[in-house]
């Protein structure tokens, strides 16, 4: 079983995982991560850490998570 993010560390790891990408030109997760604040207008409520239970959506910040 997974453990829960709260939404100030997936916020944190969120804020982190899009400025490792924001380097990377040619990245699948650059996209995602800018799908996602896009489309959600920089709203945490509706980025995709939010959905799901305990704020497990985000495949990149879920593996993050469960590193460490």
Do not use: H, Y
Not at 8 to 28: F, G, M, P, T
Request: aromatic content about 8%.
């Amino acid at each position: 079983m997974t453990k829960p993010i709260t939404k100030d560390k997936a916020l944190e790891i969120c804020k982190q995982v899009r400025s490792d990408n924001a380097k990377k030109l040619l990245s699948l997760n650059r996209w995602q991560c800018w799908g996602c604040v896009t489309f959600s207008r920089g709203d945490p409520a509706k980025m995709c850490f939010s959905g799901g239970d305990g704020n497990r959506g985000c495949s990149l910040i879920n593996n993050i998570f469960d590193k460490g």
